[in-house]
């Protein structure tokens, strides 16, 4: 599925960015900040985040932990990453929103391959996953071509079920990682019609700011089933 995703994406003509795409549907302003919401609702990101780094931090019995610390910082890093962008929208800034969500994407998917197939495979694909995710981001800023950040983020969403159907878990977590899943399609569709949930809202909340609480949510699903795992010492005493 990987190699056929590679192939299949840079088979495609370059991909330019959407000028429109920095065209937010909700504008307004608070406290003389432009686009109040589509920045506040950041901090969902930076508080999953850092919930998410301090579990890795206490739980040093954690499986792909490092991974999961990889992740988990990328998503806190996306919280200023993506403010940034939101104060002054364009190709320019929407780097260093994107740099960090890379990191994030790229960690989880080295986490759930160590976790379901191989714990080696942590120590083996996070450094050079990073780097991938991290040039697919560079490769665009220069090229205007946004084919490998394409595959960086939806290629995990490919991998994700096939992982879960072909493999058995260590840990009951399925649930908890399909849920997230459906949560992250979710917020994606919200982004897809910004405009159209702002005027559905009566202009209360936006598809983009809906976007972040909603991918945000996701990313706590994922924090739930980390702090559900059962140590191997209370696992040992329940034997």
């Not at 945000?216 to 005493?237: D, G, H, K, N, Q």
Request: with cysteine; net charge positive.
């Amino acid at each position: 599925m990987a190699v056929a995703a590679l192939v299949a994406v840079m088979l495609l003509a370059p991909i330019a960015q959407d000028p429109a795409y920095h065209a937010f549907a909700d504008r307004r302003g608070l406290f003389g900040i432009p686009g109040f919401l589509n920045i506040a609702t950041n901090l969902a990101f930076l508080a999953v985040g850092v919930a998410g780094m301090l579990l890795c931090a206490i739980r040093k019995d954690l499986g792909a932990r490092c991974a999961w610390l990889a992740c988990f910082t990328g998503v806190a890093l996306v919280c200023f990453g993506s403010a940034y962008y939101h104060l002054a929208p364009d190709n320019g800034t929407l780097v260093w929103d994107r740099l960090p969500m890379s990191i994030g994407f790229m960690a989880l998917s080295v986490a759930v391959l160590a976790d379901y197939i191989n714990p080696r495979l942590e120590k083996i694909l996070l450094a050079p996953a990073i780097v991938l995710g991290l040039a697919s981001v560079i490769w665009w800023h220069y090229t205007d071509d946004l084919r490998p950040y394409v595959l960086v983020q939806f290629l995990p969403l490919l991998l994700l079920p096939a992982l879960l159907f072909l493999y058995r878990g260590a840990r009951e977590d399925r649930g908890f990682l399909l849920t997230a899943l459906l949560i992250y399609l979710l917020s994606k569709l919200a982004e897809h019609f910004d405009h159209a949930v702002f005027g559905l809202t009566g202009e209360v909340v936006s598809g983009h700011s809906l976007k972040h609480l909603l991918a945000a949510t996701a990313l706590m699903f994922i924090y739930w089933m980390l702090r559900r795992r059962t140590r191997p010492a209370e696992s040992a005493v329940s034997s």
